[in-house]
């Protein structure tokens, strides 16, 4: 069965305060890996896709890592406005159904 | 134009009201859908779209009526719905083949009275 977890779920950073969040997941065959910010009441803001393992995309203070069973998610030196909860989703290769984990929520202290 | 637009943003309804909800996209993308999302849950697929045609159905109870009269637009039809039906509404809209992620709405803020 198609899973994805993502952990914590929950993270307070002090600003400046760097770290991971993680998320894992189980498909039969991986087509590829999304990651998502989601502001309170908003739709979800796209924000990378990973299609293979060893595959690293950047933009400005997240990094996003894809290895054959997880993907990281690095926040470098956090600012308040980094605050969100951050979704990841995962597509297998068969349909174009995606599924999400429930998502990290992140609260970034000045 | 690299947008979603869902209208309205907010909605009350009462069980007996029949409302709709809308989306539109201008990217060219073929598939759209629907999620239901809860306070501090993953969004949950209700609908897809291919072509203008209904690909999904996520067992979705038939008070919810999806409707894609061309391939900008997507309507859900609501229809006798009850308080546990309030939830943030998304639309999305993607590649045929979902390559390249999901674009999403911002959302229709749903409440059920």
């Known amino acids: 069965e198609d899973q994805v977890t993502q952990s914590p779920e929950a993270l307070r950073l002090q600003e400046g305060e760097s770290s991971s969040l993680n998320c894992s997941y189980t498909?039969?065959?991986?087509?590829?890996l999304f990651w998502y910010r989601q502001d309170p009441g908003k739709g979800p803001e796209f924000l990378f896709t990973?299609?293979?393992a060893g595959e690293e995309k950047e933009k400005e203070r997240l990094k996003a890592t894809l290895t054959k069973k997880e993907s990281f998610l690095h926040i470098t030196a956090p600012k308040p406005e980094d605050s969100a909860t951050y979704l990841c989703?995962?597509?297998?290769?068969?349909?174009?159904?995606?599924?999400f984990g429930t998502g990290t929520s992140l609260t970034v202290i000045p | 134009d690299t947008e979603v637009t869902q209208t309205p943003k907010h909605l009350v309804m009462g069980m007996t009201n029949k409302k709709s909800l809308k989306c539109e996209q201008h990217m060219g993308h073929r598939a759209m859908y629907w999620y239901k999302q809860k306070a501090k849950k993953p969004p949950e697929l209700m609908f897809v779209y291919s072509y203008e045609k209904l690909s999904i159905n996520e067992s979705v109870p038939s008070r919810f009526s999806p409707e894609c009269p061309n391939s900008s637009l997507l309507n859900l039809h609501l229809h006798a719905l009850q308080p546990e039906d309030s939830a943030l509404y998304l639309c999305a809209s993607s590649h045929p083949t979902g390559n390249y992620g999901y674009t999403f709405g911002s959302g229709t803020r749903l409440t059920v009275v």
């Open positions: 498909v039969s065959g991986l087509r590829g």
């Open positions: 990973l299609y293979s």
């Open positions: 989703a995962v597509q297998p290769n068969t349909g174009n159904q995606f599924y």
